[in-house]
């Protein structure tokens, strides 16, 4: 049986500018509620626990600094002390300290959520996976949305949040849900 006691809770993205409607239609409307109780769990608990904050590179970008998409969801706002990352690009690794904090505290397991699955969720717990983290994806504590291919075919949100999942899954993390991680 796998401990948590030092997991870090890693919430990716969680910000206002998923609200824009560009965006299309989005599985998993609980995922918010369902990243507000394991921040709540992991805050009760004592436990690590990072904020991610994208930030857009063009002042076009619905994340970018200073505009009302940088901000997070009322339901993933840090608290003061909590720690955020901010990031520019698809994984809350690259250009940020984030790995060396995690190694700093000693802490080799990650449990992510947030937003979207399928771009920096699944960058992100792909290089956990390969830095050596033992990952975890709390599959209904993340979403994603409808997207069209480069041929003209459609894919759900559905189909896509169940595909990026798929292909993490025993390869790059272990998925599981918001019930198991609270259980922890």
Not at 88 to 116: M, Q
Not at 156 to 163: G, L, N, P, V
């Amino acid at each position: 049986m796998h401990t948590f006691a030092n997991a870090a809770l890693v919430i990716i993205d969680v910000q206002q500018g998923f609200l824009d409607p560009r965006w299309g239609r989005r599985n998993h409307p609980q995922a918010e509620q369902n990243i507000a109780a394991l921040l709540a769990a992991w805050r009760k608990a004592g436990r690590p626990l990072f904020h991610v904050q994208h930030g857009s590179r063009s002042d076009k970008g619905a994340f970018h600094p200073g505009t009302p998409g940088h901000a997070f969801k009322p339901e993933a706002q840090p608290l003061p002390g909590e720690i955020v990352i901010p990031k520019d690009v698809n994984s809350a690794f690259i250009g940020t300290d984030l790995e060396a904090r995690l190694r700093a505290g000693g802490i080799e397991t990650v449990v992510l959520c947030g937003l979207t699955t399928d771009h920096c969720v699944s960058t992100t717990a792909r290089m956990a996976g390969n830095l050596g983290f033992q990952t975890f994806l709390v599959e209904d504590a993340c979403a994603t949305h409808e997207r069209t291919g480069p041929d003209g075919t459609w894919f759900s949100a559905e189909q896509m949040h169940a595909t990026a999942v798929a292909s993490l899954h025993g390869e790059f993390a272990t998925v599981t849900s918001t019930a198991a991680m609270q259980g922890e």
